[in-house]
């Protein structure tokens, strides 16, 4: 039997400096180690036996730690160590066990979180990741306005089942198809979540194939509606009328339009990413669609319009707000640009012409749709579909496809934007340029 080891008292323990592991006795196994300014309580214990490398069976001993000292006393030391090598000697090894439980309070944590605070975790992380704040704003107040008030009522996400998510969706199902749909989507994300912190356990109640489709059924399908586009061959009428407007809106509205471009990009556009000399402007990944650098070829006719505009002391972006947060000028809203279409548009229709309509839908045109402009333009003028289709930024082949290829085609796009900036300049019969040799 293993010698006893003297109970030491607490004067004695606190005398106790050099480094070093001293038994303190009051408990079997009981030690305080002392390493550096570190002081703490070890119990070292049994805990049935284990194979060793010479393929004999050894006792194995753990050390299991108690507290820091003086943090925790000599009597608390020694009434822990009791309770320890009780549960020992009823074959309770006490790290598994302290293991096992803090496993437990974490999944009862996880298991008490609501619908709310998982989708507020995803929303965070895709905070990281969504390229501009509408984005994820849409994603709050979708979730804020149709989710909450079922999947938040008060009871815990491991609660909620497919029939709470059907209670959401179903009143806009058919209604709001797109919101319903991207909600869906949303409502699935959060679950994912939820079951990935052990939150939820199951199939994703927000699941669609052999879940909410059986509950919910397939949606009705509408024609794809395309953003209302101005036919190219109205853009020089378009362009004539639109320069005679003053105003940052118009410049950027005409900008926009040269370069083909998107309006968030040219309402974010600054004067650094602008190369006057080598007449390109360079928009940094950040604010691409594709998340990817785009190098715009400038126009002569853009170089110029870009020279008129005024340096605002205090922003450095080419169209900025007149009016600014905080006496500074900011950047344009999203309707500035539309704005400046649909006044255009009721001017027009005052004097009895015909406005600036989609042939195919009547609808007045949207600033997107003078992309699809451009893009109907090259298409019928025939340039290369791959140097068009890099005009607008969109992305152009395979993945292999874009891996082995070298050129972005910025020269041959520089005489493809200066032949569009022609082209919106002329009024004539037909309104079309010939096609240079070599375009195609």
């Known amino acids: 039997m293993p010698k006893k080891a003297k109970e030491l008292s607490a004067l004695a323990v606190a005398r106790l400096k050099a480094e070093g592991r001293y038994a303190v006795g009051g408990a079997d196994g009981l030690h305080l180690r002392i390493a550096g300014a570190s002081r703490a309580w070890v119990l070292r214990v049994a805990v049935g036996t284990r194979t060793n490398s010479d393929g004999k069976s050894v006792v194995h001993r753990r050390d299991v730690g108690l507290g820091s000292y003086p943090e925790v006393s000599l009597a608390e030391a020694r009434e822990k160590a009791r309770g320890l090598r009780k549960q020992v000697r009823n074959g309770i090894d006490p790290i598994e066990e302290r293991r096992a439980t803090k496993a437990r309070e ?9 619908f709310k605070e998982c989708a507020e975790k995803v929303i965070e992380k895709k905070g990281e990741k969504l390229r501009n704040a509408k984005a994820l704003a849409q994603w709050e107040s979708t979730l804020e306005t149709y989710a909450y008030p079922i999947l938040n009522d008060g009871r815990k996400v491991a609660e909620l089942t497919k029939y709470d998510v059907k209670a959401v969706l179903e009143p806009i199902w058919h209604t709001k198809r797109e919101t319903a749909s991207r909600l869906r989507g949303r409502i699935e994300a959060v679950f994912n979540y939820a079951k990935a912190v052990e939150a939820f356990e199951g199939d994703n109640p927000a699941a669609w194939k052999g879940c909410l489709e059986p509950l919910l059924g397939e949606q009705k399908q509408e024609g794809k509606q395309h953003h209302p586009a101005l036919p190219h061959k109205r853009i020089g009428a378009f362009m004539t009328e639109l320069r005679k407007r003053e105003g940052v809106s118009a410049r950027a509205l005409e900008f926009a339009i040269l370069t083909a471009a998107r309006s968030g990009e040219v309402r974010g556009a600054t004067w650094d990413e602008i190369d006057l000399k080598a007449e390109t ?13 785009h190098v715009v070829t400038l126009s002569d006719t853009v170089v110029k319009l870009l020279k008129s505009l005024p340096r605002i002391v205090g922003t450095s972006y080419v169209f900025p707000a007149p009016r600014g947060g905080k006496g500074m000028p900011g950047t344009l809203s999203d309707m500035a640009l539309t704005a400046v279409v649909r006044r255009m548009h009721e001017d027009d229709t005052a004097k009895e012409g015909t406005g600036w309509t989609d042939v195919r839908s009547g609808r007045v045109a949207v600033v997107h749709g003078f992309r699809s402009t451009f893009r109907d333009w090259t298409a019928e003028i025939g340039y290369d579909r791959d140097m068009a289709e890099m005009a607008l930024a969109h992305t152009v082949g395979s993945e292999v496809e874009r891996a082995y290829r070298r050129t972005d085609m910025v020269e041959r796009r ?6 569009w900036a022609n082209y919106c300049a002329k009024i004539a019969a037909g309104n079309v340029v010939e096609l240079k040799q070599g375009a195609a």
Not at 106 to 114: N, S, V
Not at 283 to 293: G, H, S
Not at 414 to 419: E, G, P, W
């Open 414 to 419: 520089r005489a493809l934007m200066q032949d």
């Open 281 to 293: 402007w360079t928009i940094p990944k950040e604010r691409m669609k594709a998340n990817r650098e």
């Open 106 to 114: 974490r999944i009862e944590a996880a298991k008490a979180k609501t």
